[in-house]
């Protein structure tokens, strides 16, 4: 018997929020995927964004929400940031709590259709697990 559902993954986002003077991990992560992105069969799109703001981090998510329902493709969405047992801290000082992450990432996986894949890069995230449980 044979199992014909596939998981298709759409793009890869990395949204690195880290202060002036850190290791910019989250472009050293594009870096390194996008070269493997553009091999793929099919290609596979690494998009990279810093965002150093809380609207701005937030406003990407909705961004990333929009580009699954066009693509109707299931994305894989790192966070690069520092954490705190609250949630994230952006570079511009601001937090983002786990709470403030339960809304749009719920959004996108239900447009994926429970296929979103998210990983952190941050201090704290397992935090992000009794959130969205």
Do not use: Y
Not at 64 to 81: C, K, Q, W, Y
């Amino acid at each position: 018997m044979t199992n014909d559902v596939k998981i298709r993954i759409g793009a890869i986002h990395i949204l690195e929020s880290l202060p002036p003077g850190n290791l910019r991990t989250g472009e050293r992560l594009r870096d390194e995927l996008e070269p493997l992105g553009q091999v793929s069969t099919p290609q596979i799109a690494v998009h990279f964004w810093r965002e150093p703001t809380r609207a701005a981090f937030l406003g990407r998510l909705q961004h990333i929400a929009a580009a699954v329902r066009f693509s109707g493709l299931a994305p894989v969405v790192h966070l690069e940031t520092h954490g705190t047992p609250e949630g994230l801290e952006l570079a511009s000082g601001e937090a983002v709590t786990w709470s403030d992450l339960k809304a749009p990432l719920t959004t996108i996986n239900v447009t994926c259709r429970l296929n979103l894949l998210v990983l952190l890069g941050a201090c704290n995230g397992a935090g992000l697990l009794e959130v969205i449980q």
